[in-house]
């Protein structure tokens, strides 16, 4: 008899160390009802700031890229959905195409000084990309981008 007194006084007391190192929450932890308690009080992170709605205190973010912003400088240049309507209304002209830089970074196309900055919109990411002017008659009228990978063109009408 003595070792089942021992055993259900060693269980008592594991019961007992459990409840008293617990947190004393006797919620269970994994119902939907426990995990959007509203009765429980967010604790500020260590920047100070109170956690949002489903935000775990001390957790970091994923980070996210944010799409590419156009660029700030430069005539506008829009990007062309439909571009064989778009270069139909040239059928009857010659377009000639001069080379320009595209900066990935800032998302310019240069196209030197004789035509100038120009921002298309929206933006071009990926790798090699290379663009060129189109001139209709000398004035400028598109800039024609290709990207190599992922492997795409575009056409961009410009506004000015």
Do not use: W
Request: one cysteine or more.
């Amino acid at each position: 008899m003595s070792a089942l007194r021992l055993s259900v006084l060693i269980l008592v007391a594991i019961a007992l160390f459990a409840i008293a190192c617990g947190d004393g929450d006797t919620k269970p932890t994994d119902s939907p009802a426990a995990t959007a308690d509203s009765t429980q009080t967010p604790t500020a992170t260590a920047d100070g700031k109170t956690p949002g709605p489903g935000e775990t205190p001390g957790a970091t973010p994923e980070p996210t890229t944010p799409p590419p912003t156009p660029a700030s400088v430069g005539t506008p240049a829009k990007a062309i959905d439909k571009v064989a309507e778009f270069l139909n209304k040239y059928k009857d002209k010659e377009i000639t195409f001069e080379d320009c830089h595209y900066n990935p970074t800032t998302f310019v196309t240069d196209c030197g000084a004789k035509h100038g900055l120009f921002a298309i919109g929206p933006p071009l990411v990926g790798e090699d990309i290379a663009c060129s002017i189109g001139l209709v008659e000398d004035k400028a009228e598109m800039i024609r981008c290709q990207v190599q990978e992922p492997l795409t063109s575009a056409y961009f009408d410009i506004q000015g």
